[in-house]
Structures are given as structure tokens and as C-alpha cells.
């Protein structure tokens, strides 16, 4: 009896084992993958066409994440736009390119970087979710749901 158990004991010590070698080259991928967090973006007034999209991506790997676009499907235009102060007043410029560092993060916030959302194609729900996608330079993308919160939202 005591034989019989331990070989059962081996024998689930060495399932374990292989299915920890299977998941690891799987493990490996998803380290590198960025992660996008907390993806929202603000109900337009009523009848609006405009409006921005916020989320913070973290990029584990170890090489830089440029993004050089986004497109939505709900708009016809999109934008990576950052608002900055300038003498007193409070204005948004289009950017171009930005950078998601090795190891590190790149949040997009009010009062700071933002997806500008031009040309709405129907009204938004909130609590709806709709597609983001990031375009990068290395013609890589980071597709991103986003949730809709209300117009007061910070
Ligand atoms: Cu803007």
C-alpha cells in the first residue's frame, strides 16, 4: 500500500513538472506583452462628436514601444493629443510619436496625454466598451478596450 501511494505521489510530482515545462515558453511571450490598465474614455455631451480616451500601458520588455497612431472603429478620426498650459491657458497639440520606455509606463490622463476622438459614428453608452488600437512603429499594435464612464468623470 505504501508503494502503491508513493508511486502515485511520483507520478502527480512528475505531471506537475511537465505541465510547469509546458507553460513556460507561453509565460515567456505573455512577460513581454504590453498591458494596458484602467482604459476608459468620457461620454460626449449629448449630440457631441468629440471626445478623449485615457489608460496607462505598461511595457515589460526590454526594448522601447514607440506609438505612432490610434484608430477606433466608433471614430472617424483619432489622435494621440496632449494638453499642456501655456501662459495661463490650457491647449492641446497633436503628438506625433510617443514612447513606452523599457520596463516602464506611459499614462494617458486628463489635463495631460490623451486620445483625441474626432467625428463620433453613433452616441456612446456608459458602461459600454469600445476598441482602441495603438499603432506601432515597428508595425506592432496594443489593442485596447475602454470603458465609457460619464462626462464628469476624472
Ligand atoms: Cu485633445
Redesign the pocket.
Known amino acids: 500500500m505504501k508503494k502503491l501511494l508513493s508511486t502515485v505521489v511520483l507520478f502527480v510530482v512528475a505531471c506537475a513538472a511537465v505541465s510547469l515545462l509546458r507553460a513556460q515558453p507561453v509565460l515567456a511571450a505573455e512577460e513581454t506583452k504590453p498591458v494596458v490598465e484602467n482604459a476608459w474614455l468620457r461620454s460626449p455631451p449629448p449630440g457631441g462628436e468629440v471626445t478623449?480616451a485615457y489608460f496607462t500601458v505598461r511595457n515589460p520588455g526590454s526594448t522601447a514601444l514607440v506609438v505612432r497612431g490610434v484608430e477606433s472603429p466608433v471614430a472617424m478620426h483619432a489622435?494621440l493629443?496632449?494638453?499642456t498650459v501655456v501662459d495661463g491657458q490650457s491647449r492641446?497639440r497633436e503628438r506625433e510619436r510617443l514612447e513606452i520606455p523599457p520596463n516602464g509606463t506611459l499614462t494617458l490622463e486628463p489635463g495631460g496625454l490623451?486620445v483625441?476622438l474626432h467625428g463620433l459614428r453613433r452616441p456612446l453608452v456608459v458602461g459600454e466598451r469600445v476598441p482602441l488600437v495603438l499603432l506601432l512603429e515597428d508595425g506592432g499594435r496594443i489593442e485596447i478596450t475602454a470603458e465609457v464612464r460619464p462626462l464628469g468623470a476624472r
Do not use: C
Request: net charge negative; no cysteine.
Open positions: 478623449a489622435m493629443h496632449e494638453t492641446m490623451h483625441m
